[in-house]
T-cell receptor, first 113, second 112 residues
């Protein structure tokens, strides 16, 4: 299995809602990432987990809360988001170190009303 | 942190060879050069990675001159399905922060 899956594909939420994005891989990778991508812009790194520990947080607002329950799963908990947080949220994984070849999921298209 | 510069867009025709050059003037000794392809509403897909000279795989070649301050992704005989955004990244060879920065990307349009 060489796939990274993300659920849901689309999510619409209000500014007072709490929701979660889910990412899963079964390639035995030990590094997992969250990126945010706005339209016609490159992906921007948000968080990196290495061996289930948060290793990089790119100064992301606390309304985004990552969680890595085990080596195969990565969640992104969302709370009190703003309309400008609407974007494509991409999950990726790599074998070991941050910087190894990354395998990306299809993304979750998030709209904040 | 090695920053990359690429052309914003390129046009080509089916069957032609396409070369996309990326500039990374302050690349460090331990850095690798990696290229990704992204289609609309999909995640980026790894194409090729290299450190120096030339690397070739089943989809592309990567040419890196001796000074490593630039690199060229070469796509042989492109087809319409190669229309996508191509990103060049310089990735640190050690486990340090801030090394996963995508450049602006090059939008390649392949025409019939």
């Amino acid at each position: 299995d060489t796939e990274v899956t993300q659920t849901p594909k689309h999510l619409v939420m209000g500014m007072t809602n709490k929701k979660s994005l889910k990412c899963e891989q079964h390639m035995g990778h030990r590094a997992m990432y969250w990126y945010k991508q706005k339209a016609k812009k490159p992906p921007e790194l948000m968080f990196v987990y290495s061996y289930e520990k948060l290793s990089i947080n790119e100064s992301v607002p606390s309304r985004f809360s990552p969680e890595c329950p085990n080596s195969s799963l990565l969640n992104l908990h969302l709370h009190a988001l703003q309309p400008e947080d609407s974007a494509l949220y991409l999950c990726a994984s790599s074998l070991d170190r941050a910087g190894d070849t990354q395998y990306f999921g299809p993304g979750t298209r998030l709209t904040v009303l | 942190l090695a920053k990359t510069t690429q052309p914003i867009s390129m046009d080509s025709y089916e069957g032609q060879e396409v070369n996309i050059t990326c500039s990374h003037n302050n690349i460090a000794t331990n850095d690798y050069i990696t290229w990704y392809q992204q289609f609309p509403s999909q995640g980026p897909r790894f194409i090729i990675q290299g450190y120096k000279t030339k690397v070739t795989n089943e989809v592309a070649s990567l040419f890196i001159p001796a000074d490593r301050k630039s690199s060229t992704l070469s796509l042989p005989r492109v087809s319409l399905s190669d229309t996508a955004v191509y990103y060049c990244l310089v990735v640190l060879g050690d486990n340090a922060g801030n090394m996963l920065t995508f450049g602006g990307g090059t939008r390649l349009m392949v025409k019939p």
